[in-house]
């Protein structure tokens, strides 16, 4: 059954270059040492605090994302294509943002309908004609990425706003290096630990002009009921950064500061994890008591950066991301070397009459949704959801796009009988400030069930350790 | 005409808190037909931020105040020197494209009463240029609400300001506002003075009206509450979309426990 997707490890010939050097260590492996090795990394996992909370009835607010000890493996060379298409497309999405908050350029030339951008919930009317330092709007940017074969690969979605999830690539490594270190003396995996000192230069360098020192950055939490808690005080500790909470900052005249027992030091650069809506009571949801009241004025006067900036939400929403690779080659002139999945906006009667007539064999999901909620797998699904999804978009199907179901390249996975393929998918974290950097990897999520084409981690999706072979 | 403001909020808190925030836009817009002659924002006690310009061309600052108190007072005053530009606003300097104000608010959110009147107005009319449909809406908006202090509230929307068949100017341009977006036309809420008497003689003067956007004429103001264009008895602060967006004082009392508001806005035609 799985012969009609690409598999990562195998494929006419035998085993792919890449997974060479773990053909002996898998397949020596005795079962009782597996779940012996199985229980070490939950135990590993559990010690450094990593937990992901699931939302909805009956969620655990402690619940481990499953952790699949089996690596992904990229060879040298698909890493290189890959790191120059992500790249690329970083770039063009952060031109993209600058230009539809100034003169809007990509819109006079009719390249994207002004509509699409002007009256999108995400463009904040109150950062228009603002171009933050180096104009940069997101300074981390999640890609997500699937395979369909060697040489195919497709983005999925862009994240422009606050990708989660690079805790996970971090600590899969290092679980994986405690747990079988030879596999790291036998294969020469490129090392990931430069990403938090490459992230806290990337905050640096978009300080403001008014910081005339080593700049101050903070990570900016909701707090520990958020689900991704734990990445925020990860990050802080690795970067030697503080940890706030709205609470912790204030503004006053044209700076935000932040109490500390040595009394208030002004602080220069916040990577923030709360979304716009929140920052900042004054300017935003008067109800919010997550952000820190008049900080949208600070920012806008040049006082302080926010990563990423206010407004670049526009970039990464559903609707607008057909038009990427018109981008890549509207502001940098290069043909794009990663391809969007063929998308029908269900905002246009004739691709939504497309959409309605194929339900079955297409996935349709929200707009603005994210973590997989909401969404239909036609092909996964019986008649009666298909149906009761149908009524659902004939409501506001404006509130929708579908995509072909992708055939999902597989990745050998523990299960119980031994391995066996499961799909998967990447996202890799770009960092944008001075430089445009990625580190040599990203996180890879892995669909569990047999068959099953939905990585989330909120839908039963684990994580693998994703390795780039080291060039000789 | 020269046109002299003096504007007074205090606000006073039973038990002392731990102080405020406010963002203010307080300060008169630079365009034509509207010159600043003085102009001062006073808070005592507090620290202002720097004067800085929004995307929009409002002048902003921040106000802030961390010490215990009971009051709190912000304190305009200024003269500005003001031109009949037939609502037009020209000269603004302003970043926001215009399609942006294209999208509602929960304030401004039409409800069936307000598609009928934008429908039963615009019926009629035809071919009608922008410019007729939104000088038609803005007397439709004047006759469904009649002018009538204390019927709604502060946070009324426009579908429920249509519901009451009441309103002040802010009910008036909310519901104004929705009108616009029906008939395709970007507008957006504007807050400001306004000098209402003949004589020149002082009065309560703050004021709310619509900007609509009119191809080839750029922001028109249209003041539904009174059925005109502001004119030279009109000083523009800032817009928004909607009234909270736009409001000339947005803040927040720290530690706060109730307050008490007393505003008084007194404006006067000088003598020339």
């Given at each position: 059954?799985?012969?009609?997707?690409?598999?990562?490890?195998?494929?006419?010939?035998?085993?792919r270059?890449?997974?060479?050097?773990?053909?002996?260590w898998?397949?020596?492996?005795?079962?009782?040492?597996?779940?012996?090795?199985?229980?070490?990394?939950?135990?590993?996992?559990?010690?450094?605090?990593?937990?992901?909370?699931?939302?909805g009835?009956?969620?655990?607010?402690?619940?481990?994302?499953?952790?699949?000890?089996?690596?992904?493996?990229?060879?040298?060379?698909?890493?290189?294509?890959?790191e120059?298409?992500?790249?690329?497309?970083?770039?063009?999405?952060?031109?993209?943002?600058?230009?539809?908050?100034?003169r809007?350029?990509?819109?006079?030339?009719?390249?994207?309908?002004?509509?699409?951008?002007?009256?999108?919930?995400?463009?904040?009317?109150?950062?228009?004609?603002?171009?933050?330092?180096?104009?940069?709007?997101?300074?981390?940017?999640?890609?997500d990425?699937?395979?369909?074969?060697?040489?195919?690969?497709?983005?999925?979605?862009?994240?422009?706003?606050?990708?989660?999830?690079?805790?996970?690539?971090?600590?899969?490594?290092?679980?994986?290096?405690?747990?079988?270190?030879?596999?790291?003396?036998?294969?020469?995996?490129?090392?990931?630990?430069?990403?938090?000192?490459?992230?806290?230069?990337?905050?640096?360098?978009?300080?403001?002009?008014?910081?005339?020192?080593?700049?101050?950055?903070?990570?900016?939490?909701?707090?520990?009921?958020?689900?991704?808690?734990?990445e925020?005080?990860?990050?802080?500790?690795?970067?030697?950064v503080?940890?706030?909470?709205?609470?912790?900052?204030?503004?006053?005249?044209?700076?935000?500061?932040?109490?500390?027992?040595?009394?208030?030091?002004?602080?220069?650069?916040?990577?923030?994890?709360?979304?716009?809506?929140f920052?900042?009571?004054?300017?935003?949801?008067?109800?919010?008591?997550?952000?820190v009241?008049?900080?949208m004025?600070?920012?806008?006067?040049?006082?302080?950066?926010?990563?990423?900036?206010?407004?670049?939400?526009?970039?990464?929403?559903?609707?607008?991301?057909?038009?990427?690779?018109?981008?890549?080659?509207?502001?940098?002139?290069?043909?794009?070397?990663?391809?969007?999945?063929?998308?029908?906006?269900?905002?246009?009667?004739?691709?939504?009459?497309?959409?309605?007539?194929?339900?079955?064999?297409?996935?349709?999901k929200?707009?603005?949704?994210?973590?997989?909620?909401?969404?239909?797998?036609?092909?996964k699904?019986d008649?009666?959801?298909?149906?009761?999804?149908?009524?659902k978009?004939?409501e506001?199907?404006?509130?929708?796009?579908?995509?072909?179901?992708?055939?999902?390249?597989?990745?050998?996975?523990?299960?119980?009988?031994?391995?066996?393929?499961?799909?998967?998918?990447?996202?890799?974290?770009?960092?944008?400030?001075?430089?445009?950097?990625?580190?040599?990897?990203?996180?890879?999520?892995?669909?569990?069930?047999?068959?099953?084409?939905?990585?989330?981690?909120?839908?039963?999706?684990?994580?693998?350790?994703?390795?780039?072979?080291?060039?000789? | 005409?020269?046109?002299?403001?003096?504007?007074?909020?205090?606000?006073?808190?039973?038990?002392?808190v731990?102080?405020?925030?406010?963002?203010?836009?307080l300060?008169?817009?630079?365009?034509?037909?509207?010159?600043?002659?003085?102009w001062?924002?006073d808070?005592?006690?507090?620290?202002?931020?720097?004067?800085?310009?929004?995307?929009?061309?409002?002048?902003?600052?921040?106000?802030?105040?961390?010490?215990?108190?009971?009051?709190?007072?912000?304190?305009?005053?200024?003269?500005?020197?003001?031109?009949?530009?037939?609502?037009?606003?020209r000269?603004?300097?302003?970043?926001?494209?215009?399609?942006?104000?294209?999208r509602?608010?929960?304030?401004?959110?039409?409800?069936?009463?307000?598609?009928?009147?934008?429908?039963?107005?615009l019926?009629?009319?035809?071919t009608?240029?922008a410019?007729?449909?939104?000088?038609?809406?803005?007397?439709?908006?004047?006759?469904?609400?009649?002018?009538?202090?204390?019927?709604?509230?502060?946070?009324?929307?426009a579908?429920?300001?249509?519901?009451?068949?009441?309103?002040?100017?802010?009910?008036?341009?909310?519901?104004?506002?929705?009108?616009?977006h029906?008939?395709?036309?970007?507008?957006?809420?504007?807050?400001?003075?306004?000098?209402?008497?003949?004589?020149?003689?002082?009065?309560e003067?703050?004021?709310?009206?619509?900007?609509?956007?009119?191809?080839?004429?750029?922001?028109?103001?249209?003041?539904?509450s009174?059925?005109?264009?502001?004119?030279?008895?009109?000083?523009?602060?800032?817009?928004?979309?909607?009234a909270?967006?736009?409001?000339?004082?947005?803040?927040?009392?720290?530690?706060?426990?109730?307050?008490?508001?007393?505003?008084?806005?007194?404006?006067?035609?000088?003598?020339?």
């Amino acid at each position: 059954m799985s012969e009609a997707y690409f598999n990562e490890m195998y494929d006419g010939n035998g085993l792919r270059p890449p997974y060479r050097g773990l053909e002996g260590w898998y397949q020596d492996m005795p079962t009782e040492f597996r779940a012996f090795k199985q229980a070490e990394a939950e135990d590993l996992f559990r010690r450094f605090g990593i937990t992901f909370a699931v939302y909805g009835d009956g969620g655990d607010p402690d619940r481990l994302i499953p952790f699949d000890m089996f690596p992904r493996v990229f060879a040298a060379d698909e890493w290189r294509r890959l790191e120059r298409g992500i790249k690329q497309r970083a770039r063009a999405l952060n031109a993209f943002l600058s230009d539809v908050y100034d003169r809007g350029e990509i819109i006079r030339a009719g390249r994207i309908p002004a509509d699409l951008v002007y009256r999108n919930e995400a463009y904040e009317i109150a950062v228009a004609g603002f171009r933050p330092p180096l104009g940069i709007f997101s300074h981390i940017v999640g890609i997500d990425l699937v395979r369909t074969g060697v040489d195919q690969f497709y983005v999925l979605e862009d994240n422009c706003r606050t990708p989660s999830g690079v805790s996970y690539m971090l600590e899969n490594r290092e679980v994986m290096m405690r747990m079988f270190p030879h596999l790291f003396q036998e294969n020469r995996v490129a090392p990931l630990d430069n990403y938090a000192r490459l992230l806290k230069r990337t905050l640096a360098s978009v300080a403001p002009a008014k910081c005339d020192r080593e700049p101050n950055i903070v990570i900016l939490t909701p707090g520990h009921y958020n689900s991704a808690y734990y990445e925020h005080s990860f990050l802080a500790d690795l970067m030697g950064v503080e940890l706030v909470e709205g609470q912790d900052l204030f503004v006053e005249g044209d700076f935000c500061w932040m109490r500390t027992t040595q009394g208030p030091r002004k602080v220069d650069v916040i990577y923030r994890r709360i979304d716009d809506a929140f920052l900042d009571p004054l300017c935003f949801r008067p109800d919010s008591t997550l952000g820190v009241p008049g900080l949208m004025n600070v920012y806008r006067s040049g006082g302080v950066t926010i990563c990423s900036a206010p407004g670049a939400g526009v970039a990464d929403d559903k609707a607008i991301y057909t038009f990427v690779p018109e981008m890549v080659r509207f502001y940098l002139g290069e043909a794009p070397i990663l391809e969007n999945v063929p998308t029908w906006q269900c905002a246009k009667p004739d691709e939504y009459k497309y959409v309605q007539e194929h339900l079955a064999e297409l996935v349709v999901k929200e707009v603005h949704g994210s973590g997989g909620y909401g969404m239909l797998v036609g092909p996964k699904a019986d008649k009666a959801t298909i149906e009761t999804f149908a009524a659902k978009l004939a409501e506001n199907p404006g509130n929708y796009i579908a995509q072909p179901t992708l055939a999902l390249s597989t990745c050998p996975t523990f299960v119980e009988e031994g391995i066996a393929p499961r799909h998967v998918d990447l996202r890799p974290y770009c960092l944008v400030g001075r430089d445009v950097d990625l580190v040599p990897g990203g996180l890879t999520r892995v669909a569990l069930t047999e068959g099953s084409l939905v990585v989330n981690s909120s839908q039963g999706g684990g994580v693998k350790d994703t390795w780039v072979i080291a060039e000789e | 005409m020269i046109l002299t403001v003096v504007h007074k909020t205090r606000y006073e808190f039973a038990t002392p808190v731990g102080g405020i925030i406010q963002s203010l836009r307080l300060t008169p817009a630079r365009c034509e037909g509207q010159k600043i002659v003085n102009w001062s924002v006073d808070v005592p006690g507090a620290v202002i931020g720097g004067l800085f310009s929004d995307g929009a061309g409002d002048h902003i600052q921040t106000v802030s105040l961390r010490n215990l108190t009971s009051t709190v007072e912000v304190n305009v005053s200024g003269k500005v020197e003001t031109q009949d530009m037939a609502g037009v606003l020209r000269g603004h300097r302003e970043r926001v494209p215009p399609r942006a104000y294209m999208r509602n608010t929960p304030r401004t959110e039409p409800n069936r009463a307000i598609r009928e009147l934008v429908e039963d107005t615009l019926a009629v009319m035809g071919t009608a240029s922008a410019l007729d449909r939104a000088h038609a809406l803005a007397s439709a908006v004047h006759k469904a609400l009649p002018y009538t202090p204390g019927a709604t509230h502060a946070h009324t929307t426009a579908a429920e300001a249509m519901n009451e068949g009441l309103g002040v100017c802010q009910d008036h341009t909310h519901v104004m506002i929705a009108c616009a977006h029906l008939a395709g036309l970007p507008a957006r809420y504007v807050s400001g003075y306004l000098n209402a008497t003949e004589d020149g003689s002082p009065h309560e003067a703050s004021h709310a009206w619509a900007e609509i956007y009119i191809d080839g004429l750029g922001w028109v103001g249209f003041d539904a509450s009174n059925e005109s264009c502001p004119n030279d008895h009109y000083i523009r602060l800032g817009s928004g979309l909607d009234a909270q967006d736009a409001a000339p004082i947005r803040g927040l009392v720290l530690g706060g426990a109730e307050e008490s508001l007393d505003v008084t806005v007194v404006i006067e035609a000088q003598q020339q």
